[in-house]
């Protein structure tokens, strides 16, 4: 982000200062199917505290700003399918998958600067129960908590919570809507600031008339109130999301705070960097900068190309074919299984698969004129999903995420892991030194024990400009004069 050439005695523009999240699951196999087995790794103790705890201060320590923990709520079971899971069993591709929210306070309790992003759905979930564990999970992470708002779109989820096929996509969005409303009414408008007052003299712990209901009644939810949890550092915790269509788009710029966007080139992301942050001020009345945009990115880094390009063929060589096409099948519900190994799927008769295959095709660094077959997919998603790939020296790999960050307006990135531990303290080591050295990240000392949202935008509470901060309710200058 080297500024354009200034006339002479002018000021130089400050660097934009990149912002790092470390990005998991609470499964064997996120991004990388098969490499749960490799010697450097122990993502198979996913089910342990201690695995857990010890990551979280290694990001801390390492200068991470957050853990972004991803989720689903079925299991991938297109591929070879209807409904079967065997092909992710092996490779641990997402399946089996923990609940992301309940390791979040003793993660927090172990750090003092982390912020942890958890997933969670507006589809399958009642709004007042979820609002109810945030602000809980809120409170004993002293307010280093967002939530990554998604709509969920596995069919396999659709039946496991009832339904006999998935709610249809804008609909989705459309409950999401409302139910951001009954949230921000549980946390923003139903307790006053001087609610509590732990007045042990007079026995008084919160103060009747600063407590009320928020009587919802809306399309898809009744819900009458009041909240019952008392107000969280943030109140409403940091609200990260992730969707380019035109309803996902439209739902991020009015409610995100962060917003997480995937391409595999620079220059494709920025049409929707630009996209989102001028629907956000053109229809929502927002400041564009009150939106941080992150894309999703692989590192492989060693202290040379030479090195990083042989750790990259000796990672791959643990990669499970199966589970990569299983995640295939499910991030786009088609099943490659009826397809022959040597067969270029550029080629084939279905519209959906054709989409997807040409869109990398043409995008991805490496492989023009080469046939998109099973194999090949299998190996462009054994290693890091459908994440680009940064592969190199610490010069290399710096140079190509300042590329990015300039090319698309990206003010930060979600960068995956290969093998945990190994991807993250690679990080630590090659890159983040390299990033300080040239101004694009964060030093050593800054204010500790912080909200997430403060260390987004300075305060802990929602911007003036967001638009659930219409529901806050304000103390009244004089008791007794506001409306009821």
Known sequence: MASSSKPAGSAQQPKKQLLLNAFVMTTPGHLSPGLWRHPRNQTDDYNKLSFWTKLARLLDDGGFHAMFIADTLGPYDVYKGPANVDPALASGAQFPVNDPLYSVPAMASATKNLIFGVTASTTYDAPYALARRFSTVDHLAEGRV??????????????????ETQIEHDERYRIAEEYMDVV???????????????????????????VRAINHKGKYFQVPGPHISEPSPQRTPFLFQAGTSKAGTEFGAKHAEAVFMGGQLPELVRKSVDAL????????????????????????????DEKAQAKYKELLSYGDREGALALFGGWTGNDLSRYSDDEDLVLVDKPAIRSVINRWASTVPGTEGLSWTK???????????????IIGSPKTVVDELERWAEVADVDGFNLAHVVNPGTFEDIIEFVIPELRRRGLFRGESEREGVTAREVFFGQPHLLSDHPGHQFKWPIPEVEGDEAP
């Open 277 to 304: 942050r001028s629907t956000a001020k053109e229809k929502f009345g927002r400041d564009p900068s009150h939106i941080k945009v992150f894309t999703g990115v692989t590192v492989i880094v060693d202290e040379t």
């Open 375 to 389: 194999a090949r997919i299998a190996e462009f998603l054994s290693i890091g999903g459908m994440m680009p790939k």
């Open 184 to 210: 921000y009414k549980l946390w923003e408008s139903s307790w006053r600031d001087d609610a509590v007052i732990r007045d042990r003299e007079k026995g008084q712990f919160a103060v009747a008339g600063r």
């Open 146 to 163: 967002a939530w990554n708002i998604v709509t969920s779109y596995l069919e396999s989820a659709a039946r496991n919570f009832g339904l």
